[in-house]
C-alpha cells in the first residue's frame, strides 16, 4: 500500500501532528508514504514529492506550520497560470495530476484541509481518486466535526492579546477593538471574546449597529469602566453593509477580508469622542505551538485518517462526534458549512454577562 499526505489552504497549528500521526500509523502497518509538497503542487510538477518515513516525522508534533509546505492558490481543477501580459487564466490541470498519481502507483490520498481543500478532494474522489479527508481550520467552521484542530490554539493566542489590552486600555481609559480571523464563521471572536471577558463582540452571524456598539461604551463609561474591548472578526459587517475586503488577493485566493477593526474604532471614537484604537491580531493566529488540545486531536485525526483508508472510506472525512473520531462523507461535511449558533449556551451566556453583539 502506498499512500500519499497533501496539506492545503491556510496553515493551522497541528498539522505537523497529524502528518506524524498519519506517517507512523501506516508505516507500522508496513505502508509507503509519500509527501505532496505544497498543497497539490507536488503532483503538477512544480513542486516536490518527498518520502515520508519515521524519522522524517520525528520530532515535529509540538511545531507550527507544516512540512509539506502549503498554499491556498493551488486548485488543480482551476489552476491560476500568469500570462506573459500579466494577466491570469484559470486552468483544468486535474488530468495532469490523476496521471501522476497512477504513474507514482499512489494507491491513496490523505488530505488535510479546511473547506476549499475539501471541496478539492470531493471533485477528486468524484474523478475516481480514492481520497480521505482530515479537517483543518482555526476558523473552526467545517461541518460534521465538533471542532477542527488549530481553533484551540487560535483561541488562546486571541485570549493572551485580549489579557494584554485589558490592562493599556484600561490605564488610558481607551476603546481598543481587536481584530480576530473568521472570514465567515465569528467563532474565535466568540470563544476568545468570552474567555477573556471582551465588551463586545461582533462576528459575520450578526450584522452589527455601530450605534448600539457606541451605547455599550456609553454605558460603560457612566458606570465608572472607562475603557472597553471589543472583539471582530474580520468578516463582520454593519447591517445593511458589506464586509471590509482588501485589495491584494492573488488570482485563484479567496477575496481577503479585513480592516473592519480600524473602521469601527473610528467610528466609535467620532460618535463617543473616547480615544480608541485598533489592531489586527492577523497571523499570528495561524503560527506558534498547537496547544495540548489541538495536538491530540490531530494525533487522533492522522490515526484516524489511516484507519479511514484501511477500511477503504474513499470520500469521506474524519470528524470529532464526542467522544469519538468518526468518518463522515465529505459531501455532508461541505454541503452547509458550520456557524456560530446564536441560541448557543456560548452567546446567551455572553449576552447574560453583559456583552454586546451590536445588535
Ligand atoms: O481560512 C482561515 C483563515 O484564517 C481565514 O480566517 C482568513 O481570512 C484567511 O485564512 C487568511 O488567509 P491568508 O493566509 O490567505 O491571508
Not at 160 to 171: G, P, R, Y
Request: glycine residues 12%; aromatic residues 4%.
Amino acid at each position: 500500500m502506498r499512500i500519499a499526505i497533501s496539506t492545503g489552504g491556510g496553515d493551522a497549528p497541528g498539522l505537523n501532528a497529524v502528518i506524524r500521526a498519519a506517517v507512523l500509523s501506516a508505516t507500522s502497518r508496513g505502508w509507503d508514504v509519500l509527501g505532496i509538497c505544497r498543497g497539490y503542487f507536488g503532483l503538477l510538477g512544480e513542486d516536490e514529492i518527498i518520502p515520508l518515513t519515521r524519522d522524517r516525522v520525528r520530532g515535529i508534533a509540538h511545531l507550527g506550520g507544516t512540512i509539506l509546505r502549503t498554499t491556498n492558490r493551488g486548485n488543480p481543477f482551476a489552476f491560476p497560470v500568469r500570462q506573459p501580459d500579466g494577466s491570469w487564466v484559470e486552468i483544468d490541470r486535474s488530468g495532469e495530476l490523476l496521471s501522476t498519481i497512477e504513474r507514482l502507483g499512489i494507491d491513496a490520498i490523505i488530505t488535510i484541509g479546511g473547506d476549499g481543500s475539501l471541496r478539492i478532494g470531493q471533485q477528486l474522489h468524484e474523478r475516481g481518486v480514492r481520497i480521505v479527508g482530515v479537517p483543518k481550520t482555526i476558523d473552526n467552521d467545517v461541518a460534521g466535526t465538533i471542532t477542527t484542530f488549530g481553533f484551540d490554539t487560535a483561541v488562546n493566542t486571541a485570549i493572551e492579546a485580549i489579557d494584554k489590552l485589558h490592562t493599556t486600555a484600561e490605564s488610558h481609559e481607551r476603546v481598543i477593538v481587536m481584530e480576530v480571523m473568521g472570514r465567515h464563521a465569528g467563532f474565535i471572536a466568540l470563544h476568545a471574546g468570552v474567555a477573556a471577558t471582551a465588551d463586545v463582540i461582533l462576528i459575520p452571524e450578526v450584522p452589527f449597529d455601530i450605534e448600539k456598539v457606541c451605547a455599550k461604551v456609553r454605558s460603560r463609561d457612566r458606570s465608572g469602566q472607562r475603557f472597553s474591548i471589543v472583539v471582530v472578526a474580520e468578516g463582520a459587517f454593519p447591517v445593511g453593509g458589506q464586509e471590509a475586503i482588501m485589495g491584494s488577493s492573488l488570482p485563484g485566493q479567496d477575496k481577503r477580508v479585513g480592516g473592519i477593526a480600524s473602521r469601527i474604532a473610528w467610528e466609535i471614537q467620532e460618535r463617543t469622542g473616547k480615544e480608541a484604537r485598533s489592531l489586527v491580531l492577523g497571523h499570528l493566529q495561524r503560527g506558534g505551538s498547537p496547544t495540548g488540545y489541538d495536538r491530540l486531536l490531530a494525533t487522533r485525526f492522522g490515526g484516524a485518517a489511516v484507519e479511514a483508508v484501511e477500511q477503504k472510506k474513499w470520500g469521506h472525512m474524519v470528524a470529532l462526534q464526542s467522544p469519538h473520531i468518526v468518518a463522515i462523507p465529505i459531501a455532508d461535511a461541505i454541503g452547509a458549512p458550520r456557524r456560530v449558533e446564536l441560541t448557543h449556551d456560548i452567546v446567551r451566556t455572553a449576552r447574560a454577562a453583559g456583552i454586546s453583539f451590536g445588535d
